[in-house]
Each structure stands twice: as C-alpha cells, then as structure tokens.
C-alpha cells in the first residue's frame, strides 16, 4: 500500500507561481505512474499531468507549457512547479500513484487559490 502527501498548495496573485509536492511512503517500489488531479469549485475531479517510472510526462493541454511534473526517486517525492497562474486554475490538487498491478492510491489534497 502506498501513502502520499502533498503539500505547497496556498494563496498567489494572476501570475504567480508555486510548488506543489506529494511525498510518498509504504510500498514505493511498487508505483508506476505518478499523477496530479484538480478539482475546481463545483467541478469533477481532473487530470492535470503525470510521469512515468521511466520519466516520461503528459499534460493536460490547458496547462501545457506552464506546469511541469517532475520526480525525485531518492526522495519518494513527486512536484508539480506551475507557473503563470490564472484563476481557472483554482482547485484543490491531488496526488495520485498508480501501481504496476494498477491499484491506485490517493493523497488528502492541498488548495490552490489563484486570486488578486
């Protein structure tokens, strides 16, 4: 079973940045995919973007060129370092790991308001 939290969500101005982690810990060896999901005010949950065990990334194409995904494997640590925030962007973000016998597990979430 794995465990994750994230962490770095707050409050930025139109064109901010910050930096979102998920750490995980429990049975790492056993992750494949990890990904980033948002889910906006009064909207279903999302994806955002993901990266593969061997580094390979996807996007969601409104965030394309302003997030990037990236893993630190030593650390269990997963970022999502977005860049020119709008307020659409608004939303609590969700970490999200899926296995190589593709069992997911999911952390608690972390608020992201995009406002002046």
């Known amino acids: 079973q794995v465990r994750l939290v994230e962490s770095g969500g707050g409050l930025v101005q139109p064109g901010g940045s910050l930096r979102l982690s998920c750490a995980a810990s429990?049975?790492?060896?056993?992750?494949?995919?990890m990904s980033w999901y948002r889910q906006p005010p009064g909207k279903e949950r999302e994806f955002v973007a993901a990266i593969t065990d061997a580094g390979s990334t996807n996007y969601e194409i409104s965030v394309k060129g302003r997030f990037t995904i990236s893993r630190d494997k030593a650390k269990s640590t997963v970022y999502l370092q977005m860049n020119n925030l709008k307020p659409e962007d608004t939303a609590v973000y969700y970490c999200k790991s899926l296995s190589f016998s593709f069992r997911d597990s999911w952390g608690q979430g972390t608020q992201v308001t995009v406002s002046s």
């Open positions: 429990g049975s790492i060896s056993s992750i494949s995919v």
